[in-house]
Structures are given as structure tokens and as C-alpha cells.
């Protein structure tokens, strides 16, 4: 059992994406030890947390923002996922929405259980399907079929990272073709060529350093006009 306050989070993610290009956070905490060595060996993993706020606590939301270190790629295939959630999340469904839709973006599977009963009687006997399901779906490697979430997030992103987001997103496209998933024909000729020259100038360390120095800047650019007028 390992408690989020304990895995020494400084902070969110700071969308820097400077880990794009080899999926090394530039926080220098314990999240990404606490990730590869706690989280990617396990078969299940159960998240206990309460609703603060019609989400749940800020640790959390560090928690699912910093997983992004692993940009577009499901960091944790495969796994179990059980949330146990004290508070209203039937009166949430938003929130069971967005856990839903990172699980299975993440191709995991995921089962709920919250104190929203009569008893803690029924409690239990949730508590205790639940952990008999996650077990015996991990024993036979059980992953239902993937939802609207991940059918329309690979697509969204298999055409992304192929085209415009290359450039930045270069793990993401290592990861896509290693485990071929552009599984589509591609025309888009001119962010091809602009990809096929400025990608292989980002192995000069002084190049890239200044082009992530400036990922922000530029994400932030068209969106500047607005942002003097507020």
C-alpha cells in the first residue's frame, strides 16, 4: 500500500514537453522511480481516493497530470485497474468519465466501487467481487474490447503523432512504430519532408536543448491576442 503523499510529488506537470523526446520527466522527485518500479511491474492496481470538489484530491490530479512523462503511449497495458472512491460519484459522471476514458486510453481495464450504499455489509461484499474480478481477470490476461475512448484517441493521436506532432512527440512515434500502430496510409507530403529534415537535427544536443527550451512559447503563441486582451 503506498500512499501519494508519500512518493515525494513536487509538483504538476508543467508542460514543458521536454519529455517528448525520450520520456524523461524534468522533475527530479520520486514520481517516475514510484511509476516504473511500483506501478509498470504490478498485474493490478487499485486507486483509493474520496471526491474533493466534484474530483478527487489535488495529489491525484498530480498524480494522473504527471503521467504524461509517457507522453501518448499506454504507459501501464494491460493492468487492472480497481478505483475505490468514497463520495457522490454517481452524481459525478463526468468523473467516473474521465477515469474510465485514461484507463482505457491506457488499454486497461476498469471497475468502480464506491461507499454509496446502505450498509457497510454491502460494502464488503463489493470490496470483495471486486478484488475476486480484477484477480481472476489478471490470471487469464482479460482486457475487454476497447471502447470509444481508445478507438477514437488512437486515431486522433496515430494521425497526430504521424504528421504535425513528430517533430516534438518523438518517443510517441518510436513507440507507434515499434509496436505498429500507424495502421493507415499517409499523404501529408509536406509535414513528411519538414519531419525528414528537422528530426534528425535534434540529435545535435545544443539544437534540441533550444527547441524544447521553446515548446512553450510556441504552444502558447496563437492563443497570445486573447490572452493580452483578458
Request: charged share 20%.
Amino acid at each position: 500500500m503506498i500512499n501519494l503523499h508519500d512518493v515525494n510529488i513536487k509538483g504538476g506537470c508543467l508542460g514543458c514537453c521536454q519529455c517528448a523526446y525520450d520520456n524523461a520527466c524534468v522533475y527530479t522527485d520520486g514520481y517516475v522511480d514510484f511509476y516504473k518500479n511500483k506501478l509498470v511491474p504490478a498485474d493490478i492496481i487499485i486507486m483509493a481516493g474520496s471526491v474533493h470538489d466534484r474530483y478527487l484530491s489535488s495529489a491525484w490530479k498530480q498524480f494522473f497530470d504527471r503521467s504524461f512523462f509517457k507522453g501518448h503511449t499506454p504507459g501501464l497495458e494491460g493492468k487492472q485497474i480497481g478505483f475505490v472512491i468514497a463520495g457522490p460519484l454517481r452524481q459525478i459522471p463526468n468523473l467516473k468519465e474521465a477515469l474510465t476514458a485514461w484507463a482505457d486510453n491506457a488499454r486497461c481495464h476498469a471497475r468502480f466501487v464506491t461507499d454509496e450504499v446502505m450498509s457497510s455489509g454491502e460494502l464488503d461484499t463489493l470490496l470483495d467481487a471486486l478484488a475476486a474480478r480484477l484477480v481472476q481477470a489478471a490470471e487469464t490476461g482479460y482486457i475487454p474490447p476497447h471502447t470509444f475512448y481508445a478507438v477514437g484517441g488512437h486515431k486522433i493521436f496515430r494521425d497526430s503523432i504521424y504528421g504535425g506532432m513528430r517533430f516534438v512527440f518523438q518517443a510517441d512515434y518510436r513507440y507507434y512504430v515499434e509496436h505498429g500502430l500507424f495502421d493507415f496510409p499517409q499523404s501529408d507530403l509536406k509535414t513528411r519532408l519538414i519531419n525528414a529534415i528537422l528530426i534528425p537535427l535534434t540529435r545535435i544536443p545544443g539544437f534540441r536543448k533550444k527547441v524544447f527550451a521553446d515548446i512553450k512559447h510556441h504552444m502558447v503563441e496563437p492563443f497570445e491576442p486573447v490572452l493580452r486582451d483578458a
